[in-house]
């Protein structure tokens, strides 16, 4: 087992990103406060260059390379965030990136990797197929492999965002984050429990792509069938080693919400802050107004983690949206 990053870690990522990245903005909004019956604030990583908040992690891991790594070139698998936040990185410091997508990915976020001048190869019918594929067909001795969990300057990088909450916000109760492979999730927690460790950091997913919790809760890795969610941010059927070790330290909670939960949490994100939100970056307020006498009266930090949304699902975001 790989050694986890430190909180050290973590503060010395941070001018390494900064180097490259403006802090996201950390907004209450009255509304969702209004609707959800706490003080909410929304972590808006939507604002990030490539729209989510993993980029974080990208800049991190490729800026500490060696020149011999820079000069084979970075390869990882991805349903889009992952991807970009690689391509983004690589385009700056001006090497080679090839990315393993899903067939019938979200097309902007392949569109987005590419427009960021990354190769993109198509493989599998989801993100645990795609996975496969690269590590028995593409890994060589040469390029990079960058695991989107399973690296501890990605964890660090993106470990980042929790830094800035605390500088402007002084002891949430509780900080909700959404779990597609974990790196978000510890590395907010690693921040969390060092600087006020009775904020509560809870981890949250999608009902039909449960293995991340199932892992979390019985302490090992497990695996599901299928992950069939619109939210691609956290469809995977899998879950990573060294995430969930550092979860079982930093994590206090797992929970899970379902498909038009996303749904009507990305409506009233829309309508209340005028913010477009993918289904991942949805989770968080999803998991708020189905858990409200939990959180009710609390000061709750919700990671708006994506805001790469597939145009294709907003007319039923809306037609749920307007049934409330």
Known sequence: MMQPPTFQDIQEAVPRVRQVLSPTPLYEWPGLSQLTETQLYLKHENHQPVGAFKIRGGINLVSTLSNTEREAGIMGCSTGNHGQSLAYAARIFGIKC??????????????????????????????????????????????????????????????TQAIEIFEKLNAPDVIIVPVGMGSGVCGTGIVAKHLNP???????????????????????????????????????????????????????????????EMRIAAYHTLKETHNLVEGAGAAALAAILKNKERFQGKKVVAILSGGNLNLAELPEILRLGSLQ
């Open 98 to 159: 090839t990315i393993v997508v899903p067939k019938n990915n979200n097309p902007d976020k392949v569109r987005a990797i590419k427009l960021l001048g990354a190769d993109i190869i198509e493989h599998g019918e989801d993100f645990d197929e795609a996975k496969q594929y690269l590590e028995r067909v593409l890994v060589d001795e040469k390029r990079r492999y960058v695991h989107s969990a399973n690296e501890p300057k990605l964890i660090a990088g993106v470990g």
């Open 198 to 260: 009775k904020t509560e950091v809870i981890g949250v997913g999608a009902e039909n792509a449960p293995a991340n919790q199932l892992s979390f809760l019985a302490g090992s890795l497990q695996t599901t069938e299928t992950a069939q969610t619109w939210a691609e941010g956290v469809a995977t059927r899998s879950s990573a080693e060294l995430t969930q070790e550092i979860m079982k330290s930093v994590v206090d909670d797992f929970l899970l919400v379902s498909e038009d």
